[in-house]
């Protein structure tokens, strides 16, 4: 059950008071998501949110059918969410919100001094203080220490995680752009921190993940790769033979539907479709032999036909032909209710990049990629690698509110994780080992789908592979 406090907490967090009958309505219909779709819909200038503010609610369904009618509501990440251009000098204003919300998150356990304080005024001097920044740079010093400039509004500064101190294990961790909080001692001359605590934005302790108070399951994939030679037509029949089955009343799609046109060179050897306008329509006939009852939902990821930068816009209707009505065409990243149960979903390009900055990190494992992005609070910290990012004036990339599932893709690997009641699940693939893949020596795990039960929170991994090809 939702608490008051919580309540209360939430919409403050979005810089609103709430009216009491509007606490006691939420308290009674126990739905998260519903307290952030007021929230997203509240007219700007809105103080304090009251009973009009709430939207019409959806009539009442009845779960004693064998296949519970769906229930599902995009909450962030809706077809025409993003706008197509943006222009260089939105990068202010999006970094500028990146930091305010995640400094925002960080402030609850941090009493930052701002850094041009901290570097002009002779108060603080070989003082314990605390600071939240971006990193604007990172490095590893001759001796091994972290070394890393720190900027905020203000001003900046250079701290020192000291090998073999507190937090260097976090530090060695430390990725371009993301937002941290640290504690530590000022120099003499007031020009460097010696940090003694890494402080992440993170899942709070307390996170209690909402669980349906019906039955419902939901199947989890991504990177179909619809018209590449190495597509498993077989393993995908398979899959939908046993999907009327499931009892699933949700198919979550995370990216690569289609392996698109001149994504990298050469590529045209291994299609068997090279009409992109063909390749979804092959996709409309996958998702035509998935129950009509089932709600689907499809997210696109870089082989896809939309701006490569994220958030990525839904796949345009001029792709839409010959898709059944259940179908439902979302933004990359998209934010999804599920009977109350919210699922993040994001195709996971950031994955490369964060695997080539953290030491230990293998395209095997991609939950640990997960866990990294969920201590972030950020899908896709890094910005100027792999991972192009849209500038819009809100970052669409943060994680907030969080979610009961992480839904990833594009390794094409699987892997399961559970991190602070968070579920993450990187289901795997539909094709075959690529040639390129070969080169870099990435095994795919393909043919495998995730149920998650949405009652418990509880995944189960389905292999519809041969054998050979699952490792
Ligand atoms: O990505 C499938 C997998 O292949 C994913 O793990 C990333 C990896 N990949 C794809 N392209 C590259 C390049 N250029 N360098 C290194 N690794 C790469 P997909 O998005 O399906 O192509
Ligand atoms: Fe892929
Ligand atoms: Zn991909």
């Known amino acids: 059950m939702l608490g008051a406090g919580e309540i209360v907490g939430r919409f403050l967090d979005a810089k609103l008071q709430v009216h009491p009958d509007v606490v006691s309505y939420l308290r009674e ?9 007021i929230i997203s819909s509240v007219p700007q200038g809105t103080l304090v949110v009251n009973p009009a503010h709430i939207p019409g609610t959806s009539p009442a369904k009845d779960g004693e059918r064998f296949l519970p009618e769906p229930d599902l509501e995009i909450i962030a990440g809706k077809s025409g969410t993003s706008p197509e251009k943006n222009r260089f000098e ?26 041009e304080a901290l570097v002009r005024s002779t108060r603080y001097r070989q003082e314990e203080c605390m600071i939240i920044g971006m990193v604007l740079d990172v490095r590893t010093t001759a001796k091994g220490h972290r070394l890393v400039d720190l900027e905020d509004p203000t001003g900046q500064i250079s701290v020192l995680f000291n090998r073999g101190r507190p937090g260097f294990a976090d530090a060695e961790r430390l990725l371009p752009d993301e937002v941290i909080g640290t ?21 709070p302790l307390t996170h209690a993940p909402f669980t349906s108070n019906r039955p419902g399951k939901a199947v989890l994939i991504s990177d179909i790769h619809a018209g590449s030679s190495t597509f498993l037509r077989e393993a995908w029949d398979r899959f939908t033979d046993w999907l009327p089955s499931s009892g699933a009343g949700y198919l979550l799609i995370c990216g690569d539907l289609v392996d698109g046109i001149g994504i990298y060179p050469n590529q045209e050897e291994e299609l068997t479709i090279r009409d992109i306008y063909e390749q979804y329509r092959m996709l409309a006939e996958l998702m035509a032999a998935v129950p ?4 689907i939902v499809i997210s696109p ?40 149960v919210r699922v993040l ?33 950020h899908l896709a910290p890094v910005y100027g690698r792999r991972t192009p990012l849209s500038p819009e004036p809100r970052d669409r990339l943060l994680i907030d509110p969080v979610p009961e599932i ?21 289901a795997g693939c539909w094709q075959g080992q690529t ?7 990435i095994t795919p795990t393909p043919g495998r789908a995730v149920v998650v039960d949405l009652q418990t929170l509880e995944p189960e991994v389905l292999s519809f592979g041969n054998t050979s090809q699952t490792a």
Do not use: W
């Open 90 to 115: 939105d990068f202010f204003p999006y970094f500028r919100d990146r930091y305010t919300r995640l400094s925002e998150i960080l402030r609850s356990r941090l009493n930052p001094v701002p850094i």
């Open 301 to 340: 990821g870089n082989h896809d036909v939309v701006r490569p930068s994220e958030p990525q816009v839904a796949i345009p209707e001029e792709f839409r032909k010959g898709f059944t009505p259940n179908c439902h065409f979302v933004e990359n990243p998209a934010l999804l209710s599920l009977q109350g």
């Open 292 to 295: 009509k009852e089932m709600a």
């Open 183 to 203: 504690r530590g001692k000022l120099s003499q001359d007031g020009r460097l921190l010696f940090a003694e605590q890494l402080v992440r934005p993170d899942v």
């Open 406 to 426: 992480l839904h990833t893709g594009h390794v094409h690997t699987s892997g399961i994780t559970r991190y602070r009641g968070v579920l993450g699940v990187n």
């Open 29 to 37: 219909k126990n739905d998260p998501a519903l307290m952030d779709r």
């Open 345 to 377: 979903m994001y195709h996971g390009r950031s994955i490369d990049d964060m695997i080539g900055l953290i030491p230990m990190a293998s395209y095997s494992r991609p939950e640990e990629m997960m866990v990294e992005m969920l201590e972030r609070r």
């Open 435 to 441: 040639r390129f893949q070969k080169q870099v020596n």
